[in-house]
């Protein structure tokens, strides 16, 4: 007896048995839907709800960090501001939230996972763009490069960070790994291209910041420290707070412990605790050691009244050219 699947007289194979029934090939497949984290429907969604768009409170990052979002190597974090919990940034893993910390150290204001615009021009750059269209699609053209697609629809690039330096200063910050960082004659390099002539032609800069650069120091250790100070801070608390601090520096001996520096004031060691890490964060002073926050210990404490002044010499330093 034959064990063919093929029909002798027509040559064909029968119609597939599915759980014991013949399968209705005459029947259209249905189309499949595309799951929540595909990339087409992550943009979607983004653009859906305005993501990018505004700024202070009202801006919300172009990809986000959630389960039904986006998923990133390595330890990605929702970064509430110290001062202020409504303005919030989404980073992608612990090097922007190094990066994050570096560029709060020198005051700046950030947009994460900022969105660059496929054509036209951002309100705060129509001054400086030479063309009402300066987007994405027409500089990957003008470059000769495709720009990329994602299901079918025009990319949104995006860019880890975009600063604003105290003194109006726009920065935008690429933060890699140095084993993602493009080489030359890549895709990835055609990106990067299209990225770097579209912030030129707003006029900024944009630079690249690695693990290399970005690296922990005392000031990120002291800043991390600091930054525990959320959802304490009273607005309108400022002076007051800075005032202790300038008695804790200036009315009591450096070479005693923090413990018994706190014992000439008449405030609770929480609320000089809380003082230290408010005047720290806003960068009114630095600690030279040690490099913990232990009481027991004495701090050399300094001030640095304009520790915001040279922000982006200290930034630029940090960056790897391509």
């Not at 259209?28 to 992550?42: F, Y």
């Not at 986006?70 to 001062?83: K, V």
């Not at 560029?103 to 750059?125: C, D, H, I, M, N």
């Not at 001054?127 to 495709?146: H, M, N, Q, W, Y």
């Amino acid at each position: 007896m034959s064990s063919s699947n093929v029909d002798e007289k027509s040559g064909l194979s029968p119609t597939p048995i599915l759980n014991g029934q013949q399968a209705d090939v005459s029947a259209p497949a249905k189309p499949r839907r595309a799951s929540p984290r595909s990339p087409q429907q992550r943009q979607k969604r983004a653009l859906s709800q305005n993501r990018g768009l505004g700024d202070g409170e009202a801006y919300q990052s172009f990809i986000r960090v959630e389960r039904s979002d986006f998923s990133s190597r390595g330890l990605s974090t929702i970064w509430l501001d110290p001062l202020n919990p409504k303005l919030v940034s989404h980073l992608l893993s612990d090097l922007e939230r190094y990066v994050l910390l570096h560029l709060a150290a020198v005051g700046a204001t950030l947009k994460s996972q900022y969105p660059l615009w496929r054509a036209g021009v951002e309100p705060e750059f129509l001054r400086i763009c030479a063309s009402p269209d300066e987007g994405t699609v027409r500089i990957a053209k003008e470059l000769g490069f495709k720009h990329p697609v994602v299901g079918g629809e025009t990319m949104v690039l995006t860019v880890d960070l975009l600063a604003v330096l105290p003194g109006g200063q726009f920065l935008a910050i690429y933060a890699k790994y140095e084993k993602d960082l493009p080489a030359q004659g890549t895709r990835g390099y055609e990106l990067y291209l299209i990225a770097k002539e579209y912030w030129r032609r707003r006029s900024t800069e944009m630079l690249v910041l690695t693990e290399r650069g970005a690296k922990i120091d005392l000031v990120l250790t002291w800043l991390e420290w600091a930054s525990s100070i959320r959802g304490m801070y009273v607005v309108g608390s400022a002076s007051q707070l800075l005032a202790l601090v300038d008695r804790l520096v200036c009315q009591t001996d450096s070479e005693l412990s923090m413990n018994s520096r706190f014992e000439f004031f008449s405030e609770s060691s929480n609320e000089i605790v809380h003082a230290l890490k408010y005047a720290i964060w806003v960068g009114r002073v630095f600690i030279e050691w040690p490099n913990k926050a232990d009481l027991t210990l004495c701090w050399d404490i300094r001030f640095s009244p304009t520790a915001n002044s040279n922000g982006y010499q200290r930034i630029a330093a940090m960056a790897t050219k391509l």
